[in-house]
Structures are given as structure tokens and as C-alpha cells.
């Protein structure tokens, strides 16, 4: 392949040199060009090595369905490996490298698999590789994949962002060429709100490539004449290098659209890539048609390619594809490659056409009928090629050969939601399934050929798109088109007795053999050859190879292509980049973040956050001197058991339920009985799921008659919202009650130990001694002079003297301050989660570690709790199962070591002394474990077959991970004031 | 009891002010983190059956939140004798709860306001489908948002106080292409 720039023509500009790098070697191109087109014009042919065989490869297409020219563009964190040569579009100072070869594309030492090839034919690995089966994943696999692949991608992060966005519209047209244009034009003239996506650097799909006149202008004119005429439209969105690669539900179309893939330094201010979620009420397709390669030894010689892509080169790019070129073909639009081949002073030895009658042809070249091509020399570029006629064979001298084997309508994206594509024998070519559900195929995407037809053909298919949503327009009308040959083809799958491998599909290396032997085998089924032989898989998903796999399957099994069938058309059309998928959503953006209203009033007093779901929770807070965790939990509560603390306990869900019938709803939610739950007053609150394990914990307080505010642990605030609805909507309508999530209305401050009356007196203005507010008290309450109000509940979940004071959320940080100010003479101490942790171990108290779904109420010791007079509730007949009360139930207990000195573990099983782990052995496990600084040693909750009944009884804690055994004590669970004193001082 | 003195603390005070992104736009995008004033969420009743009520207390606009939910917003602040007002007032009409701490409203103007919301919205805001006064619940990105069209090219977004300095952090993020110019109201 001798390629090279012609003197003049094409769409580039030649007065702005780009400089880019290919394989460490500096080269020179022009704006407007493409990485392939550049490459070409500088003579370089050999740009890959193939998947299995590594074969020299050489560029073949001119657009999204190259399978040789694969190259990883870019430097370090922006390294993006598989980038088809052909799309991408040349900036200053790119830097591309090949791929696949080592140690370089000129000489690579993986081509020594080619001379194993007889050997490595479909399901090679599977059948070579089965034993012994522990090598695989550790050996087998690894050496395959080192030695068979694509590029590799960056360990670095990358620099750039991405995002996602929305967009809406009557008329979605998917491609910018004739037919798109023309639909385009239609609706947009009609008053339509339209959207027309490109995969290209610009519209004008296949009129940037053509050289005949329509509308009076030549091609590329009038596409640009249309474009902008769109683009200055304000019911239109032009959408250029945007691929549509997906259809889905609700019309939903999914586009990638490259924003900066294009430059040299990306802006800041912009995403590189940009996913689009189109929601149209219509689209037309007008995706264009894909020109099939020629089956026929030697078909992957660096200098074979596709004739509409030597096309596209010759007159967008001004590269010629080689110096003498052949054309091997069995329709007629490769007559028009050969036109515009010696239109541009290309010598054309021969247009080589395997029918024997063969379209008119006024240029130069010989055109021999009833001819195939059976060969090809030369091996990193095209030398010569051998043709047949007849019994006789000729070796014609070229280095670039151009095939066209018929043309596939590009039906991908009508074909993702299920709809099969239809055989055509007069097309040869599958054409895209009937009109449905708003998706309607325009041009040559519908099987359409002549370039007048195609325009007429977007514009009436857009007329009939918007009847459907009561739009009236009018058919664009182009102008008249430069009239062509017509259309003419005869199938030829693959020439019979051809010298070498006869390539199917590029990207995987299958040749003709190989679907062979897939059918032999027993792999006849189009699905089963695909997975078989790879053939449609990768980065091209057989855009050039299917349908001639699918030709060569029907011969093989004597049936026709239609009965043969496509394989499943799925998203995406094209690859997509993580980086589109994930938008913004990365790295601090990856969730949202929850602030609690004290979050600032935590930061300041130097909390050390951890996150739970979205929200940032404060830990602990150390202070100076104290390097680990512990040291600062310990202190924490200490102060709070021997003084006072305060804790922000604003994650907590809340909810405040209304209504005339909210006692009697509540009642039906809990499993304990709250309907007779007085004003002013709160209780503790147990609910079970409909199998009657317990889903959720806390607190439910009577505000007024009909008023009600419950908390939910912080995890299931969301999970209960939505169970109450779920309950209030489907299995209640006739119960009159609403209610709301108020969690973010109130910041919610625990002020708990025996000094907190002392310094809640200070700043509330209410009368909360205990006669006045005995434990379980709550109601609204006036704060600092009336200056607030605010709500009080007398609730603890560390065992002491305790409150929690809800106020709104703008007054958290104040309201926080001011206990601090004020406390700070008692010596008042900001605790956080850990240590309210370690107070609910010392206390008992469970949490989701011990309500896992897997305990019933029983299990934790609350069996009394449920309601044995309520006629009904959630979980109440699931709760009677059998099992769920048998004896030998895991049960709540504690358990302390036997030596103070000693730790356990979280998840780690108890034994009985001297018994030998095992499944029938296991006595339960540990579920909750803290060092206690009020006891001087670790202790934990545990869940232990029959455990209340062995308390005192010494078992092993047996952690497998630390490979320990410690010996332990069962205990109660309440380590801390287990009479409740504290509660009710 | 020593002298104190509460003050409420805006849930948007903290984030960064000022011209963020593209500096070659003359008309940025302007973001605005509106006052704390009042906002009920209306349980149970229709706007009009509740209207006059609570015009005794206030210039209140009354939005859909939800089915049978409804949010009704005034710029002023209301005390808790005067909650307890509008609660008696509404009796066997609607139930009141008060989220005026519990929502904060954030406004997003200029002439490419739809292009912006886009990054995170998936409504069809066009100004031939999304009225003027119109309201919506919807997604903003992950964060839950309730958008009301209140001008030509002017958005209210009001969201759950405790993810709003997410959502202004993405919204300034979301928008850096097109300029913004964010500022307490």
C-alpha cells in the first residue's frame, strides 16, 4: 500500500498543519482529517496486528466499523485504549499507539502464532485447555489473554469529566446524511422540536464522501447549506460526534456524544463526553447502510479495504487509497469508487465483477466479468492480486484492492427492543423490521439506494412520524439530485477455492473454516456460531462480518439467510467510555452527601465523621493528647456516664403521622400495643415484617390526640416511610390517616447522663423535674426565655438519665452552642456514634447488628412485648409459625471473657468447651462487641441457642479468621444498670 | 440562666459565593440560596379550600408536592403561635406540618437555565410544556427536588435541607460551562 495525499481536493485544510505521533514517530496532517486519513497520506499502511493470528492489518473502513485499525490514543490518565483509527479525528500533538504487537507493529514476535494456525481454529482453547482444570484461571487464562487482545487501559485516574443530561423532542433522527437531513428539514419546518444526532465531526454522513451535485451545489455544499440553515433553527439541536447507541423503554434513546475528544487540551469548564437520554415521541432512523467486505484469500492484506472507504478518502480526506488500485465487487455502486478513484488521476488496473453482465462503465479500467479475486500477495502491504476467469488465472500488480460485497442497511438500533430485521433477496440484505412504537427507517438504513431517493425518502418518513403526534409538514424538497446507475447485486458470500485464509470476521480472526467446523460441530444455530467462533463479537460487533457469516452459515446448512436469522441487537452500537456511563457521578459526586443540621457544630469541635448511607455521622470527637480512637470513645463515655453529654441524633428517621384513625394505623404497624398510648407520652416501638421477624426499632410519641412523631433507626427511615405508605395505600384505604417524613425539620440533640436535667433546666423554660417529666415524658416545650419552641422526649438509648430535644433545624448549631456554653461549668462533652454504641452494648440495647432479619421478638427477649390482645397487625400470623418459637432459638445474651485481658470479635461462633468446630457444633455467634471503659474489659452481644437459660455457663469464641479461641462467660445482657434505675432517676 | 441569644443559621450559609466557570459568558447563570421563610406541607386538601385561609398569615403560594399533598410557601417567617393558628384554621380541612426548616429553597435563572437543569432533571422543562407556576417533583442528579417555573427563564428548586449543600454543589458544578454567578439572597 503506497497511499498517499493528492495535490488537491477534499474537505480538509491545508493550511493548518497538525503534528501527532504514531508509534513514537512524528508526522504530519492536516485539520479536518481523521488519525486513518493522516495515517494514509503518509504512507503508512500497516497499522495493526490482528486478534488471534497476529496478522499485519491495514485500515479497512473509513467510520465506526473498523476492526484492524484499533490504536490507544492519549497519555497517561487520559490513555484510551481501541480507538478506531478511522473516528478519530486528528488534534495538534496526538500521540496514538498500535496495538497487540510486541515489542513493535513491524515486527512482532506473536506472529509466530500464524504458522500455528492450523491449530488454533475455532474452540481451540476450550478443547486444548480443559485439563488439569485448577490451571485455568491461574495459568491458561492469563497466558491467553496476554498474548490475544485488544489494548490495555490506564492505571492512572483520568483528569477530565463527564456528564449526563436530559433532552426532549417530537422527532428524534438518528444520522445526518441524506435521508436524515431531509427528515430533519421536514419537521423542522413544520414547527417541530428536533433533535438530529451524528456520529460524525460534522452532518453530511455519506454527502461529505460523494462528488455528484444535488440541489444545484455538490454534495458536501449542500450539506453544509442544510446544517447550518438547522442549526440556526431554535426548534432544532444539532448534535454532531454524537453516537446513538441505544433505544429503550418510553422512547428513551441513550446518545454519547464526544464533546472534546477532539482538542488538544480539553477545556475545564466542559465534560469531554456528554451521555444524552433522549426521550422522542418519534424517531426516524437514518443510520445509512454498511458496505459488506468480500470473502476471498487473503482478503486482510494490509491494502484491502472497503471501496466506499477509498471513496470517502479520495474525495473528503484527498488521500488516494494506492497508486494503482483494483476494484473487486458484485454490485454496482463500486463502479462509482472507480469513477471517483480515476477522477482523481488514480489508476484503476481493473474493476474485477463476478456476475457476468456488469453495469456500463466509461472510464479507463479494465472491467472483467465472471472474475473473482483468489488471492493476494504481499504480506505488510498489498503487492499484487491473483484473478480467476474462467479456467484461467492473472496476477494483476496493485497495491490497494477495493471490494464491495452488497450493502447492509444499519437496522441496530429498530432491532434493540426485539423486532427482527426481514430478509430481502432482491436487496440482499437484511432491512430493518416494520414501523413500531415511533420508530420509522429512512434512506439507505431502509434499504433504499439512489441518493434522490433517499432524500425524498427522509423527508416523506418524517411527514408520516409527525402525523402520528398531530403535526402537519410538508415533504423537504431538496432539489433535483444528479442521477446514477441503478442499483444492482448478486449475492456472493465467499469465492470457492481461493488461495489462503479467506477472513469473515477481521476484528476475531475467523475465517470461512471456522464457521465450518462450527456447524460439524454442531454449532449451527446463528447464536451458537457467534459464541462458538466469536464471529460479531468485540469492539466492531460484526458491523462488517455478520451478515456474511450469516451468508456462509446458510450455504453450509443448504438454507437461505433469512432462515438462518441475525444474532440479538443490543446497546451499544458503538463502545462507550465508563467515563460517559458514570457522568458526574464520581468521586465525591459518587452519592450524595447528607449534612446533618450539626454538622458544622460537629466539624468545629473537631469530629472525625464516618459515613452511613449518604449521611456523615460524627464518630468522635478527640481532643488533643489522644492518638487512637479508643482513647477518645473511652473518655466520652465516661463523662457521659458519670456527668453529662450530647450527641447529635438528627440522622434518626422521623415521621409525624395525622389523622382521625392514626392510633388505630400505628397500632396495626407495631407489634406492641400504642393505641391507648396516652398525650405527652412516648414508648418504645417494635414493627415486624409480614414474616414476622423484626424489621425495625424506636420511638413513637404521642403529641396530641390525633398527632403523632416516630423515630426510625437511622438506616430504615426511607424503608419505613414507604412500608407505612404501602400500608396506608393498599392494605388501609379506609383508615383516615397521612403522614410525613420530618427528618429534616428537626435537629435532634441526645443529652444524656445523670447531670442532664441539670443543664437542660438551664435552657429550657418548662418544668422538667422528674414528677413533671418522669421518664418516657414527651411534649413541646418553650426554650431560653421563649425564644424557641421546641420538643422534649425523656428517652435513652445509653442506659442514663437522658433526653433527646428536637428543635428546628436552623436552630441545631445554636441550640448545640448553647448547651455547650452553658454546660460547659459541668463539664458537659460532645459524644459521638462510637461511643453511643459502646453505652447500647454496656446497656443491652439492640440495633441492626442483633435485628438482622433473622429474630423474631422472642429472640431478643421482648417476646412480652407482643401484642396478644391486638386483633391484628403486621407479622401477627407469620410471627405463630413453627420455628419461629422453638427452644432452640438463638437468644439475646452478653458475653464477657473469662481473662479481662482477652478481645473477641464481631461474626466469631460459640462453641462448647472441647467441641470441635463444625455446622452441628456452632452454639450461635457474637454480634456486638465493644471495649467497655465502665467495666475495664471487652464485652459483647451475643446470639446463643437457648442463651438466657445458660447465663454463668463458660463457652469457647471461636474466630476462625484470628484462628482464636477464647474462653468466655454467657451473660446478661443489660452489663450496665440492669434494674433501669438510671432510666427513671 | 446565663444571656444567650438563638439564631437560626441559613443550611446554605458555608457554601462559596461568587462567579464560578466560564468567565466568556455575559449572561451566566445566577444561583441564588433564597431566605428561610415558611413552608407547610399541606396534607389532604385542595389549594383552593385552604387559600384563604392561610392568606390571613401571609403572601403564601401553594404548590403540588405529591397526590393530596400540597406545599405552601411564604417568603416571611411565621411564629409557633401563628403555626398554631393556621393548624386551628385548617382543622377538618387539611393537616399542617411544618417543614420550613426542613426545606431549602434555591433559585437558578437565566437564558440557559433548560440546558443546565437538564444535567440532573429529566422533566421536559420547555416553555411550552413547563407553565409558568408549574410544579413538579422529580430527581436533580440523585437528590429529590421539587422545581417550580416562577419566570420566563427562573427555576425555584426546593429540596430536603440536609442534601442542599450537595445539590448547590452540583448544581455550580453542573453549570460551569455556561458561567454562574452564585449568592445569598
Not at chain 1, 473516528?87 to 496495538?99: I, K, M, N, P
Not at chain 1, 456528554?274 to 418519534?282: M, S
Not at chain 1, 448511607?613 to 463523662?639: C, I, K, M, N
Not at chain 1, 420455628?883 to 471473657?897: H, Q
Request: with cysteine.
Amino acid at each position: 500500500m503506497t497511499s498517499q495525499r493528492l495535490k488537491s481536493g477534499g474537505l480538509i485544510d491545508r493550511n493548518l498543519p497538525i503534528a501527532f505521533m504514531f508509534d513514537g514517530k512524528p508526522y504530519q496532517g492536516f485539520a479536518g482529517d481523521t488519525l486513518a486519513s493522516a495515517l494514509m497520506a503518509n504512507g503508512v499502511g500497516l497499522v495493526g496486528r490482528s486478534f488471534k493470528y497476529h496478522r499485519p492489518r491495514g485500515i479497512m473502513t473509513a467510520g465506526s466499523s473498523e476492526p484492524n485499525a484499533l490504536v490507544t490514543v492519549g497519555e497517561d490518565g487520559r490513555t484510551e485504549p481501541n480507538c478506531r483509527a478511522t473516528t478519530v479525528e486528528l488534534y495538534d500533538g496526538l500521540v496514538a499507539r498500535s496495538q497487540n504487537r510486541w515489542p513493535s507493529l513491524g515486527f512482532d514476535v506473536g506472529e509466530v502464532n500464524a504458522l500455528l494456525s492450523p491449530f488454533l481454529g475455532a474452540g481451540f482453547y476450550y478443547k486444548t485447555f480443559m485439563w488439569p482444570a485448577a490451571l485455568w484461571e491461574k495459568f491458561y487464562e492469563p497466558m491467553i489473554r496476554r498474548a490475544a487482545g485488544l489494548g490495555r487501559a490506564s492505571y492512572e485516574p483520568d483528569p477530565d469529566h463527564y456528564e449526563k443530561c436530559w433532552a426532549h423532542c417530537d422527532l428524534l433522527v438518528v444520522g445526518a446524511g441524506p435521508a436524515g437531513l431531509a427528515a430533519a428539514m421536514t419537521a423542522a419546518q413544520a414547527g417541530a422540536r428536533v433533535i438530529i444526532a451524528d456520529e460524525q465531526s460534522g452532518p453530511g454522513g455519506s454527502l461529505l464522501s460523494d462528488r455528484r451535485e444535488i440541489g444545484g451545489a455538490p454534495a458536501p455544499t449542500f450539506a453544509a447549506k442544510i446544517s447550518a440553515e438547522l442549526a440556526s433553527m431554535a426548534n432544532v439541536t444539532v448534535l454532531s460526534r454524537t453516537t446513538v447507541f441505544g433505544w429503550y423503554d418510553d422512547r428513551v434513546f441513550g446518545a454519547v456524544e464526544r464533546v472534546q475528544k477532539h482538542v488538544s487540551v480539553p477545556a475545564a469548564d466542559k465534560p469531554v463526553e456528554r451521555l444524552w437520554r433522549i426521550v422522542a415521541k418519534q424517531c426516524v432512523l437514518a443510520s445509512g447502510a454498511e458496505e459488506r467486505p468480500l470473502v476471498f484469500g487473503g482478503n486482510d492484506r494490509p491494502g484491502v479495504m472497503m471501496a466506499d472507504a477509498a471513496r470517502t478518502y479520495v474525495n473528503r480526506y484527498g488521500v488516494a487509497a494506492g497508486s494503482r488500485v483494483a476494484v473487486f465487487t458484485n454490485n454496482s455502486s463500486a463502479y462509482c469508487a472507480a469513477r471517483d478513484m480515476e477522477a482523481n488521476g488514480i489508476d484503476v488496473a481493473a474493476i474485477i465483477d463476478p456476475r457476468a453482465e456488469t453495469p456500463d462503465y466509461d472510464g479507463q479500467a479494465r472491467v472483467m466479468a465472471n472474475a473473482r479475486v483468489v488471492g493476494t500477495r504481499g504480506w505488510r502491504g498489498l503487492t499484487g492480486i491473483t484473478v480467476q476467469r474462467g479456467g484461467e488465472q492473472e496476477t494483476i500488480p496493485v497495491d490497494a484492492l477495493l471490494m464491495s460485497g452488497g450493502w447492509n442497511p444499519i437496522v441496530s438500533l429498530a432491532c434493540q427492543r426485539g423486532a427482527k430485521p426481514r430478509w430481502s433477496d432482491d436487496h440482499v440484505a437484511f432491512l430493518p423490521p416494520a414501523p413500531s412504537d415511533g420508530m420509522r427507517t429512512a434512506g439507505a438504513a431502509a434499504g433504499i439506494a439512489s441518493l434522490g431517493n433517499c432524500v425524498q425518502h427522509g423527508a416523506s418518513i418524517a411527514v408520516e412520524c409527525l402525523s402520528k403526534i398531530g403535526i402537519a409538514a410538508k415533504p423537504f424538497d431538496a432539489g433535483p439530485a444528479e442521477d446514477e446507475p441503478a442499483f444492482s447485486v448478486t449475492p456472493l458470500w465467499h469465492v470457492a477455492g481461493s488461495t489462503g485464509k479467506a477472513f469473515v470476521d477481521f476484528q476475531n480472526d475467523v475465517h470461512t473454516d471456522d464457521l465450518g467446523l462450527a456447524v460439524r460441530e454442531g454449532y449451527g444455530h446463528v447464536e451458537h456460531t457467534k459464541r462458538y467462533t466469536t464471529t460479531g463479537m468485540a469492539t466492531d460487533q460484526g458491523k462488517l462480518s455478520n451478515v456474511n457469516a450469516i451468508g456462509i452459515l446458510a450455504e453450509v446448512r443448504g438454507t437461505t439467510p433469512g432462515d438462518i436469522g441475525t444474532t440479538t441487537y443490543r446497546p451499544f452500537y458503538t463502545p462507550v467510555s465508563f467515563g460517559a456511563l458514570a457522568g458526574a457521578h464520581r468521586g465525591r459526586h459518587f452519592q450524595p452527601v447528607r449534612r446533618s443540621p450539626l454538622h458544622m457544630w460537629a466539624e468545629k469541635h473537631g469530629a472525625e465523621f464516618v459515613e452511613v448511607g449518604h449521611w456523615y455521622r460524627s464518630a468522635w470527637f478527640p481532643r488533643s493528647g489522644e492518638t487512637r480512637w479508643r482513647q477518645s470513645v473511652d473518655r466520652e463515655v465516661l463523662a457521659v456516664r458519670r456527668n453529662v453529654g450530647i450527641c447529635d441524633v438528627s440522622t434518626l428517621g422521623k415521621i409525624e403521622i395525622v389523622g382521625r384513625d392514626a392510633a388505630e394505623f400505628l397500632n396495626r404497624i407495631y407489634c406492641n400495643g400504642v393505641a391507648k398510648l396516652p398525650v405527652g407520652k412516648a414508648r418504645y416501638g417494635l414493627m415486624l415484617r409480614e414474616d414476622g421477624f423484626i424489621y425495625d426499632d424506636g420511638t413513637l410519641s404521642r403529641l396530641a390526640e390525633n398527632r403523632y412523631f416516630m423515630t426510625t433507626t437511622t438506616a430504615l427511615a426511607a424503608g419505613v416511610l414507604s412500608h407505612m405508605e404501602f400500608c396506608a395505600q393498599v392494605l388501609w384505604p379506609d383508615l383516615d390517616v397521612r403522614f410525613t417524613s420530618v427528618s429534616d425539620q428537626w435537629a435532634q440533640i441526645a443529652i444524656a447522663g445523670p447531670r442532664s436535667r441539670d443543664l437542660l433546666k438551664q435552657i429550657v423554660d418548662d418544668d422538667i423535674s422528674n414528677d413533671a417529666f418522669p421518664f418516657l415524658a414527651a411534649g413541646t416545650i418553650n426554650l431560653m426565655g421563649g425564644q424557641l419552641s421546641a420538643r422534649l422526649f425523656r428517652i435513652s438509648y445509653s442506659g442514663e438519665l437522658a433526653y433527646e430535644l428536637a428543635v428546628p433545624a436552623s436552630y441545631g448549631e445554636a441550640v448545640a452552642n448553647a448547651l455547650m456554653a452553658i454546660g460547659e461549668p459541668m463539664g458537659v462533652t460532645p459524644y459521638g456514634t462510637e461511643a453511643m454504641g459502646v453505652m447500647r452494648i454496656e446497656k443491652g440495647h439492640v440495633t441492626h447488628a442483633e435485628i438482622n432479619g433473622t429474630v423474631v421478638p422472642e429472640d431478643i427477649g421482648m417476646g412480652r412485648m407482643v401484642s396478644v390482645k391486638k386483633p391484628d397487625f403486621i407479622g401477627r400470623r407469620m410471627l405463630n409459625r413453627e420455628g419461629l418459637s422453638g427452644a432452640d432459638r438463638l437468644k439475646l445474651v452478653g458475653l464477657k471473657p473469662v481473662d479481662p485481658s482477652d478481645d473477641f470479635s464481631t461474626g466469631a461462633h460459640i462453641l462448647n468447651p472441647g467441641a470441635a468446630p463444625s455446622m452441628a457444633a456452632d452454639q450461635g455467634h457474637v454480634t456486638s462487641t465493644c471495649f467497655s471503659p465502665v467495666l475495664g474489659h471487652h464485652i459483647g452481644l451475643a446470639l446463643i441457642k437457648r442463651g438466657p437459660e445458660r447465663i454463668g455457663e463458660q463457652v469457647v469464641v471461636w474466630d476462625a479468621l484470628k484462628e482464636q479461641d477464647i474462653k468466655a462467660i454467657i451473660a446478661d445482657p443489660a452489663f450496665v444498670d440492669p434494674a433501669g434505675e438510671r432510666l427513671h432517676a | 440562666m446565663p444571656e444567650l441569644t438563638l439564631s437560626p443559621v441559613h443550611a446554605l450559609a458555608h457554601v462559596p459565593v461568587g462567579r464560578f466557570g466560564a468567565a466568556e459568558n455575559a449572561s451566566p447563570l445566577a444561583l441564588t440560596a433564597l431566605a428561610e421563610g415558611t413552608i407547610l406541607q399541606i396534607l389532604g386538601a385542595a389549594p383552593d379550600s385552604i387559600a384563604p385561609a392561610l392568606a390571613e398569615f401571609g403572601n403564601f403560594v401553594i404548590r403540588p408536592n405529591a397526590p393530596a399533598q400540597w406545599l405552601a410557601i411564604s417568603d416571611k417567617p411565621l411564629s409557633s403561635s401563628e403555626l398554631t393558628q393556621i393548624d386551628a384554621a385548617l382543622t377538618g380541612k387539611a393537616d399542617v406540618i411544618d417543614q420550613s426548616a426542613g426545606r431549602i429553597r434555591i433559585q437558578i435563572e437565566g437564558p440557559d437555565v433548560r440546558a443546565a437543569l437538564a444535567k440532573g432533571v429529566a422533566v421536559d422543562l420547555h416553555h411550552d410544556v413547563f407553565e409558568l407556576g408549574q410544579s413538579v417533583t422529580t430527581l436533580c442528579g440523585h437528590i429529590t427536588v421539587n422545581i417550580t417555573r416562577t419566570g420566563d427563564d427562573q427555576f425555584e428548586l426546593l429540596v430536603m435541607r440536609t442534601y442542599a449543600v450537595d445539590l448547590w454543589e452540583s448544581l455550580t458544578e453542573m453549570v460551569l460551562e455556561h458561567g454562574i454567578e452564585c449568592r445569598h439572597a
